[in-house]
Nanobody
Framework: VHLVESGGGLVQPGGSLRLSCEFS????????MSWYRQAPGKERELVAG????????LYVDSVKGRFTISRDNAKNAVYLQMNSLKPEDTAVYYC?????????WGQGIQVTVSS
């Protein structure tokens, strides 16, 4: 089972990035998908996620209105659209997949917001 993130990089403040996460598990639709991030010297935090296996979503207050999580079950993929990026969004971003039995993490991808 693999989770592979892509789409990170360096962006100027106010810019946008779209993170992608592809999941090798064929029962992708049975998993609750979410994005976490970890900044230097800080604990890993939940950024955005789906509530259960439905379409309802939740976001940490600091990204509400700027970030959007979405999923495509046909492609076994989850996305994080990040707009109006701020320097404080700089972190390693992780994709997470969980169900009643297992939790899987991606390897993480760096997002740096700097001028």
């Amino acid at each position: 089972v693999h989770l592979v993130e892509s789409g990170g990089g360096l962006v100027q403040p106010g810019g946008s990035l779209r993170l992608s996460c592809e999941f090798s598990e064929f029962t992708f639709s049975n998993y609750i998908m979410s994005w976490y991030r970890q900044a230097p010297g800080k604990e890993r935090e939940l950024v955005a996620g789906f509530i259960s296996r439905g379409s309802s979503t939740l976001y940490v207050d600091s990204v509400k209105g700027r970030f959007t999580i979405s999923r495509d079950n046909a492609k076994n993929a989850v996305y994080l659209q990040m707009n109006s990026l701020k320097p404080e969004d700089t972190a390693v971003y992780y994709c997470r997949a969980s169900n009643q039995l297992n939790t899987y993490w991606g390897q993480g991808i760096q997002v740096t917001v700097s001028s």
